[in-house]
């Protein structure tokens, strides 16, 4: 291992020792009354720490689709571990991201997630996980949230795009948010799976318009499910194209 690679680990896991301990002292003192304002600044000093010592710069598109204080659910693709540096660091005030549950039962850091109030999503029960949904839309409601979530669930090995699962249209479904596509460039790239640390790159982030959920009924949770899936696989084909256009010309 390079020497860059060993510092970028070293760090890394330092960084994330000591402020989760800071961050959840931090929550535990406010008795969570300002975690509403106070996690999305936590968590994106953490994302942009995380991204300085990962040596990752990025570059955001069509943020203004995500900045209005109204109720969205923002669905993002998740090749990487990177993502979830990017993810925090582009969330607007007013938003919460979706992350697997068993996150919490990790030293340090499942303290902190769970303090911070991110939202925990259960993927191996579909009714428990239906059931959490149902919960989520509730607090979406009551708190005007923004969630950002990965439909694909998990990461991929290989880079291609995974299925969705229908957590984002059942969510859609007893929300009646709408849908603001997140597109993530390159993050597989720069470090994929098994890799200890990430190769210094850039990526780009684009948010495409929203998409209405209204008349989005069970029935058709499945075809809306496939057709969001169908726009991610082309959307992040155009966006890989114009990136490499983008170095032939610099080349």
């Known amino acids: 291992m390079r020497l860059r690679g060993l510092v970028q680990i070293i760090g890394s896991w330092g960084f994330v020792i000591v402020y989760g301990i800071l961050a959840s002292a931090l929550m535990l003192l406010t008795l969570g009354l300002a975690s509403r304002w106070l996690a999305p600044i936590l968590l994106r000093f953490w994302g942009r720490t ?6 990752i710069t990025y570059e955001v598109q069509g943020a203004e689709y ?3 204080d109204t109720m969205k659910i923002v669905p ?3 090749g990487s571990l990177v993502d979830a540096f ?3 660091v582009v969330m607007p005030p007013g ?3 979706a992350i697997k549950r068993e996150v919490i039962y990790y030293p340090v850091f499942g303290l902190a997630v769970y303090l911070l109030g991110l939202l925990l ?3 191996g029960s579909s009714a428990r996980a239906r059931r959490i949904m149902d919960r989520a839309a509730a607090r979406m409601a009551k708190e005007r949230l923004t969630v950002f979530i990965a439909p694909e669930g998990t990461r991929g090995l290989t880079g291609e795009l995974l299925p ?3 957590g984002v249209m059942h969510l859609a479904l007893a929300s009646h948010a ?4 997140m597109l993530i460039s390159s993050s597989y790239d720069l470090h994929p799976p098994g890799k200890l640390s990430s190769t210094p790159g850039h990526i780009v982030i684009r948010f495409l318009p929203p998409r209405s959920t209204v008349g989005l009924t069970t029935d058709s949770v499945h075809a809306e499910t496939e057709s969001l899936h169908s726009l991610f696989v082309t959307e992040l084909a155009r966006l890989r194209n114009e990136r490499l256009g983008a170095q032939k010309v610099r080349a």
């Not at 995380?50 to 040596?55: E, N, P, W």
């Open 66 to 68: 995500v900045q209005s």
């Open 178 to 181: 709408p849908i603001v596509p």
């Open 76 to 78: 993002f693709n998740h």
């Open 86 to 88: 990017l993810v925090p």
């Open 164 to 166: 969705f699962k229908k």
């Open 121 to 123: 999503i259960d993927r």
């Open 50 to 55: 995380m991204l300085r010592l990962a040596g």
């Open 95 to 97: 938003s919460v991201a």
